[in-house]
């Protein structure tokens, strides 16, 4: 299966209000449905450019988009954002970028891959598999209480000591290789979770950790806020609570002057918030989670870049 359905499409669209002339980056491509809408709003001169560190991602854009010459698409984690923006587009203004955070369906359907529980594969979960070092490397050096720290902190796992333990002794005996060979020795260390597999938050922590997901979404967002020009959008859509938290303090924080500087009685120019929020978070209707289970946890936050 090599479909994925792109979330809070209309929402996305409303926050951006794309230009006709302007140009937009989808920093996490995905099959393009986002880029797809956003293309749709844009007049001859306006220009999309999509990142995605996933070489099947593009392939598959590549094909789907073969003739729209509004659009580029590069192989490249979103952390390196900027230099990607510079060396294709060179000082033309952003208006708009978006972010769809976390791993998308086609990543999952793939057994190959390595990032479901719910099929057998080999133990990988990179989302460049040309690059770093699958989960089963990892798990086969990482010591005792580096798992435990990944899998409490990324997985939110309160049986994470047992987990790491278990992951221990298991590789004493043999190499942990496979998706299904780890699904089954967290499954014998965390209690049952009622409609939930008991793997679900190792395998998210490890998927996180190999892919070093919340450094790339930091490295991200402060690379969007620099490159968007006044009056340019910034939309992010996360699914779990660890990037929604991060993506909400950024944006937070990036909105707010410097309690230190807030008493004087002239702000100077330096110290003016870079961002201002735009409308509350929004969420997936009843009709789309229907249509979408994986829309039920998105959360979209939009800000603009000030004056």
């Known amino acids: 299966m090599d479909e994925h359905i792109a979330v809070l499409v209309d929402e996305v669209l409303e926050g951006l209000a794309p230009k006709a002339d302007g140009l937009y980056i989808d920093a996490t491509f995905g099959r393009g449905g986002h880029t797809a809408r956003i293309l749709k709003t844009l007049g001859r001169e306006g220009r999309v450019l999509a990142l995605d560190r996933d070489p099947q991602a593009i ?14 698409l590069v192989q490249a984690p979103f952390a390196d954002l900027w230099q990607v923006v510079h060396d294709h587009e060179g000082d033309r203004p952003v208006a708009g970028v978006l972010f769809d955070l976390g791993v998308s369906s086609p990543q999952l359907d793939e057994a190959a891959r390595g990032f479901s529980f719910a099929k057998d594969g ?60 780890l699904a089954e020795i967290v499954a014998g260390a965390v209690r049952t979770r009622d409609g939930k597999h008991p793997a679900t938050r190792t395998f998210q ?29 910034l939309a992010v859509i996360a699914f779990h609570s660890l990037e929604d938290r991060l993506v909400k303090e950024f944006m937070r924080r990036e909105s707010s002057v410097d309690p230190v500087l807030a008493r004087l009685p002239v702000l100077p120019p330096h110290a003016a918030p870079r961002l201002r929020l735009v409308g509350s978070k929004r969420k997936a209707s009843a009709p789309e989670v229907a249509s979408n289970p994986r829309a039920r946890s998105a959360v979209l936050r939009v800000c603009e870049r000030a004056a």
Do not use: K, Y
């Open 205 to 233: 922590a490890l998927r996180m950790h190999v892919n070093d997901e919340l450094g790339q979404i930091e490295r991200g967002l402060t690379a969007a806020a620099q490159l968007l020009a006044p009056g340019g959008r």
């Open 59 to 72: 392939a598959a854009g590549r094909v789907r988009f073969a003739a729209e010459v509004r659009l580029a």
């Open 122 to 181: 080999p133990l990988d979960m990179r989302m460049d598999p040309t690059r770093g070092e699958p989960v089963s490397a990892w798990l086969a050096h990482a010591p005792v209480d580096e798992m435990r720290e990944v899998i409490a902190t990324l997985g939110e796992e309160r049986f994470a000591r047992r987990v790491a333990e278990a992951i221990a002794t298991a590789r004493g005996r043999a190499p942990i290789e496979r998706t299904r060979q």
